[in-house]
């Protein structure tokens, strides 16, 4: 008879790390333009000030996708540890107008939505006390209320203050990080 291994709870805190990789990149483009985002070095301080927190979860942070992922940019997101989820857009059965664009569309972007079931999926999981979302976007504001409800510590990196939506919702459910009590917020513009 074989017995399965037993994985026991770490000890030390672990950070479950979730990055809209859309939200990031564009809001570094935008505030910066295409020759000044330096991706590595915003990448190089998340993960240091992430590990200030505590250990990653898993030992890598998770990075979510559109398909159009450059080469590049995988690279980079390797180099560093991360794990990388591919969120294919999908088709519409007929077009609409995007919210937050007016265009009309025929496929939507499903890193939002995956990123929601990736963290409703750990909540629960024993070895995580602190999640850190690296987005601006709004629509992330259900899972923090549930983070929050579920003893769920909350840490945000927005990649810019023009990232973060008009109504700051994200910004007023981080806690404080329970070593130095000051909010877990980092912008990645200002590193």
């Avoid at 203050?161 to 994200?170: E, M, N, V």
Wanted: net charge positive; glycine share 8%; charged share 25%.
């Amino acid at each position: 008879m074989q017995l399965e291994p037993h994985l026991s709870p770490v000890t030390t805190e672990q950070v479950l790390l979730l990055v809209d990789w859309d939200n990031f990149f564009y809001g570094l483009l935008e505030r910066f333009g295409v020759g000044k985002m330096d991706i590595e070095r915003r990448i190089k301080s998340l993960v240091r000030w992430t590990k200030g927190i505590g250990g990653l979860f898993g030992g890598h942070g998770f990075v979510f996708a559109p398909e159009h992922l450059s080469i590049l940019h995988q690279e980079i997101c390797t180099r560093h540890d991360f794990l990388l989820i591919t969120c294919p857009k999908r088709r519409l059965r007929e077009p609409r107008r995007n919210p937050k664009t007016w265009q009309l569309e025929n496929s939507i972007d499903t890193v939002d939505e995956t990123i929601i079931a990736f963290a409703k999926m750990m909540i629960g999981h024993p070895n995580f006390k602190t999640v850190c979302l690296v987005s601006g976007d709004n629509d992330y504001v259900p899972l923090f209320e549930e983070m929050g409800s579920r003893g769920i510590r909350r840490a945000l990196a927005p990649p810019s203050a023009g990232c973060l939506a008009k109504t700051g919702g994200l910004v007023d459910l981080v806690d404080k990080n329970p070593v130095n009590h000051r909010r877990m917020i980092l912008m990645l513009d200002k590193v």
